[in-house]
């Protein structure tokens, strides 16, 4: 997961736990409060019927009007009963029915009591919970009736869940006008990072010339100055070694040519038993110079490599077969490929594999030796087949290590050092090489390098 995501994650939790410990409390005590308001509406608006019914206890009419203008504004039921608990006006009745409620509790109370009461209770009629509210109806300290109001207590719990939801409804927008400054904020402290690794990807592919910005918090200003300067100082100590490469490359050819040049003459002017001692004095020399170069070309290893050219994979088999045709004495070098293949690489580079891969071959085989190419599905590769004694089980990476010689190699003699330059060729333009033994016998080395459409993509190359 992501700097980023993590620090998004982090905001959004402890905005949930805020929100939560917020909006709980709040939403309980609105409940309350909205239960209350209720209540004391309920209550305040039966007393005031009340008063009103005081003086219109033997007028039918004008406290029928009452009651049923009441129970309009509060949205109840409201009666109101004599002192024996007879009914003389309901808000949802004209004219009221002959009923008697001196049977119920809060009728009962109210007379009996001359105090005001309220309370719930479950409706078996109704089949609902009702809030009731019952006044005494007094007149000179002496009781009259009671007026009662009911309400449904599913209108209570309906505001209440308005006010709930509305409550939730402020919360999501608050955690996402939060979500959206946290995004904000995990990007700007992320993105100080992302330069970093950015810079460091650059650092790996080669460009040391790259430097992270040095932006953000202290501490990540901190961890660009010191990319910076690791890679200031590396720059420094490969360009140290580059010229101690040419330097030494320079300074070990010139005397191995020289004593090459002399051990030639002294064979010339040798007598025949001192020729053969000479000739492998010779042939030594010869060895120690492509171990040289061997050595050269693997310290060139991560080098920035030139500019890409198009190579045809077809015409570079041809003049490698040109190239070791003589080597190859009684063994014969086939070419299989059909048609032609272009990558984009150094036709230097692609010789120099074609040359490690071939001398490989015909130094292990003593049969044919094929090269062959192609390319599909995006990719080119070239090949060279033998008809040696091929790998040993669990040989087909370790080859690929400097030094590394197959069981195969027996006590020929042999740098180790081939498969590991042909890799390194092969990784400098984006390739893969692989060995594996075939059906038929022998091994197939291949190298796979990503194919180029065609030569006219490429410009021609500045002079």
Known sequence: MSLRLRLLGAFAYVLLLILIALEVPLGLSLARRIEAEV????????????????????????????????????????????????????????????????????????????????????????????????????????????????????????????????????????????????????????????????????????????????????????????????????????????????????????????????????????????????EAAEREVERLARLLTSLLTLAREGDEPGPARPVSLARSAELAQERWSASAGERTLHLLGNGDATIAASEEDVAIVLDNLIENALHYSEGAVSVDWGAEDGEAWLAVIDEGPGLAPGEEARLFERFARGTAAGKRSGTGLGLAIVQTLAHRWRGEARVANRAEGGMRAEVRFPSAATVERWPEPSS
């Open 39 to 278: 209540k004391n509406g309920a209550s305040a608006q039966a007393f005031i019927v009340a008063a009103g019914a005081a003086g219109r206890m033997s007028n039918r009419t004008e406290l029928r009007r009452l009651v049923k203008d009441s129970g309009d504004e509060l949205g109840a039921r409201v009666i109101v009963v004599n002192r024996q608990g007879r009914l003389l006006a309901d808000s949802t009745t004209a004219p009221p029915p002959s009923v008697s409620y001196a049977s119920r509790p809060e009728i009962r109370t109210v007379i009996d009591e001359r105090r005001a009461v309220q309370g719930i209770r479950h409706s078996d009629t109704l089949g609902k919970d009702l809030l009731y509210t019952a006044v005494p109806v007094t007149n000179n300290g002496r009781v009259l009736g009671a007026v009662r109001v009911t309400q449904s207590m599913g209108a209570v719990h309906a505001r209440v869940r308005r006010a709930v939801l509305a409550l939730i409804g402020i919360g999501a927008f608050a955690l996402l006008v939060g979500l959206a400054v946290a995004w904000f904020l995990a990007n700007s402290l992320s993105k100080p990072m992302r330069n970093v690794a950015e810079t460091a990807r650059r650092v790996e592919g080669g460009d040391l010339e790259a430097r992270a910005k040095e932006s953000g918090a202290a501490e990540q200003r901190e961890v660009a100055t010191a990319l910076n300067d690791m890679t200031e100082r590396l720059g420094r100590i490969l360009a140290a070694q580059r010229e101690f490469v040419a330097n030494a490359s320079h300074q070990l050819r010139t005397p191995l040519t020289g004593l090459r040049l002399r051990l030639e003459a002294a064979r010339a002017k040798s007598p025949e038993g001192a020729r053969g001692e000479l």
